[in-house]
Structures are given as structure tokens and as C-alpha cells.
């Protein structure tokens, strides 16, 4: 799949395309719908695929500091929108001046001038251009004038997550800040990950006989609400079957919110400077501050039990 940042990365000789645009967060099973048909409407036509999406979040420079924790990074969203059969993802780097392109002029610089749009595949609720003036209609409108289909996919998925709420990134987010990471995977498709590089904490998990890889997560991660959780911790592409804390460690006064994972049954582990990623498969317990450091080791063995218990029902039930 090529992967391109800005419109000058796009080759010279790019011909007709079927283009899908949107943030993506998550790449969720909505999005997985929309992505899924413009794969398939390129293959029918013997054309590329192509993504198109945006760094920063374009909340971030309409309003700034309302970045949105985000699900995914750009390189994660690239490796599922991969998965899914995409041939092109096309970052746009997203500037005020950007943002005061009006929806005629996003059409003509993006989708007709480089992307050469034959068919472009849209959610109902698409929105783009300056204050997000330009809706699927207007889409289809200058679509007529620039000889490009529009083709609307209905995104009215739903479950159990947030109490039937249809799925969104939104919801996403709100369930694994709540730290129901179980919800936010039905609507993913697979656990909520995390990643970032290990980096040497107050090492008191290796004191206690349960050494953790202390994980820096990227900028504006959603991370899950504090507590421990059952998953998986994912190395040089191995999956380790993981009992993961998040919190301030408040057995220890600690401030720091960290992400901390301890792969079950594993020793000899060195995981420093190493990018790995954490995903959350389930809720166990909420953060607590225990009486004795005993009944921390207590807790910590139960946990750890717990989550070797949840990760194998998972596996064989995947299996």
C-alpha cells in the first residue's frame, strides 16, 4: 500500500481512483463498511482505492485544545486501512489555511486535480470544506460538474456497546475512558490498543516479583479509565498474554498516570527502548490502595491469575 503526506507526494501520472475521505479514527466496524466499499467499487473498476485523512485532527485547529484522545495512530490506522484491501492512504496535513478551503475549492484541489475521483464513497453524516459547509448532497452536486459518482453508505451499526448507541468514534472514546474496553471492542472489531516505547519507571513491579514494561504512550492516546485490565502486550511480533495496570500507582503516592504491563509466565524480559503496543481485552478491578503492601501482593497474584484465566477463554474461543 503507498502511503503518502501531502498532495505533492501523490505521483505525476496518478490515474482514476475511488476515493473515500474521513479522520478514521479507530477504523472502526463503521468505518470498516464505508472503506470496505470503495475497495470494492475500485476493484470493479479496475482502479486504485484511496483513503484520504487528515493530521492533526481537524478539531485541533478549528478549536485549539480540543484534540480528541485518539484510538489509533496514523501508521495503525495505515496498517488496518492495509488490512482491508486499500491500495493509497493520503494524509493531508490539516493547517488553518486548509481549513478555509471552501467545499468547491477541497473538491477541485483534492478529489479532481490529484485523485482524479471517479467514485467517492461517504457516510451520510460527511461533512467538509470551510466551517464544514459541504454535506454528501453538495458532494454529489459538484460531482455532476468534476464527472465523479458519490455512492452514501448506511453506517447504522449498533450493539450492546453504550447501551445500543450506534457506533462511532465518539462512543469509543467515551467507553474506554470509562473503562469498558469490552464495549469499545465490539465496536473496533478487536481490543483497544495502546502503544508507545518502554521506558525505566521506579521498577517496584520487579521488586514485588512481577516486572512490568512501563510503556510512554503517544501524544493524545485514549487510554482507559484507571485500573487493571486483561490483553495482550505485543513484541517484535509476538502477542504475551498480559495483566496491565493503569494509573498513579497510589500504593506508592504516585502522581504519574502510567500504563504498566506484566506478561504472564514470562521472565528475563528486557523490553527497554523497545516500541510495543498493549491491547485491552477486559476490565478486571478498579485502581485501589491497599493496607499492607501484602495485601498488594495478594491482589497483584489474584489479578494476575485472573487475566490468564480471561486471555486463554479468549484464545480458545478465537481459536
Request: hydrophobic share 40%.
Amino acid at each position: 500500500m503507498q502511503r503518502w503526506r501531502g498532495l505533492e507526494d501523490i505521483p505525476q501520472d496518478w490515474g482514476r481512483s475511488v476515493v473515500t475521505i474521513g479522520s478514521y479514527d479507530g477504523v472502526h466496524r463503521g468505518h470498516q463498511l464505508i472503506i470496505g466499499r470503495a475497495v470494492e467499487r475500485a476493484r470493479e473498476l479496475g482502479v486504485p482505492s484511496v483513503v484520504v485523512t487528515f493530521d492533526p485532527h481537524p478539531s485541533e485547529v478549528v478549536r485549539p485544545g480540543s484534540h480528541p484522545p485518539l484510538l489509533a495512530p496514523h501508521h495503525r490506522r495505515a496498517e488496518l486501512m492495509a488490512s482491508l484491501g486499500v491500495d493509497a492512504v493520503l494524509i493531508l496535513p490539516f493547517t488553518s489555511e486548509f481549513s478555509k478551503l471552501s467545499p468547491a475549492d477541497f473538491v477541485v484541489k483534492v478529489l479532481v486535480d490529484k485523485l482524479h475521483a471517479r467514485v467517492v464513497v461517504e457516510g451520510p453524516n460527511f461533512r467538509f470544506g470551510y466551517k464544514a459547509a459541504g454535506n454528501v448532497e453538495l458532494l454529489s452536486e459538484l460531482g455532476q460538474t468534476y464527472d465523479y459518482e458519490v455512492e452514501v453508505i448506511d453506517l447504522s451499526l449498533s450493539g450492546e456497546a453504550g447501551g445500543g448507541e450506534p457506533f462511532s468514534s465518539t462512543l469509543t472514546r467515551r467507553l474506554v475512558g470509562a473503562g469498558d474496553v469490552s464495549g469499545a471492542a465490539e465496536i473496533l472489531g478487536r481490543p483497544h490498543r495502546v502503544e508507545g516505547v518502554v521506558v525505566r519507571g521506579a521498577q517496584r513491579g520487579r521488586e514485588l516479583g512481577f516486572p512490568t514494561a512501563n510503556v510512554e504512550t503517544l501524544p493524545h492516546t485514549a487510554i482507559p479509565a484507571d485500573g487493571v485490565y486483561a490483553g495482550w502486550l505485543h513484541v517484535s511480533g509476538e502477542a504475551m498474554p498480559a495483566a496491565i495496570s493503569v494509573g498513579t500507582n497510589p500504593q506508592f503516592d504516585g502522581t504519574e498516570r502510567t500504563v504498566e504491563a506484566y506478561a504472564i509466565d514470562r521472565v528475563g524480559l528486557d523490553l527497554y527502548g523497545l516500541h510495543v503496543a498493549v491491547d485491552f481485552l477486559a476490565f478486571v478491578r478498579g485502581q485501589l490502595k491497599f493496607d499492607s503492601l501484602d495485601g498488594l501482593l495478594v491482589a497483584m497474584a489474584d489479578d494476575v491469575k485472573r487475566c490468564r484465566e480471561l486471555v486463554a477463554e479468549a484464545e480458545s474461543a478465537g481459536s
